[in-house]
């Protein structure tokens, strides 16, 4: 009863990073992770993402930096900045300028200027 349900055990980060907020839904019907809600699980999603040292799940970063969910584009903007260090400022800088939210725009602030 309390084992992962087959589907889920050792996810693939990509697939998880693409759901959206009905795939979420459907997924974890009936599952403790859907109190986590979609932002939380794809906050943890994009938080290792970031730190696997893994250059190809940079395109899922960038995909997730346009996700409606500001947690979501703020720690997507935080993982591309740790795959990709100062190759970032471009894309970064380019994002700030139609970025509509504070919590978004200060986290790209913080890396931008550590740069």
Known sequence: EFMPRQELYNPDLEILSSLSPKEFS???KGSPIKRTKRRGLL???LLAMGNSE?????PHILD???DEEPLIRAHAAWALWKLTG????EILT???RTE???LVSQEIDAILNSI
């Open 26 to 28: 459907d997924l974890f």
């Open 43 to 45: 906050r943890n999603v």
């Open 54 to 58: 893994n250059q190809a799940f940079v």
């Open 64 to 66: 997730r930096l346009k």
């Open 86 to 89: 100062d190759n970032c400022e």
């Open 94 to 96: 380019k994002h700030q």
């Open 100 to 102: 509509t939210d504070d």
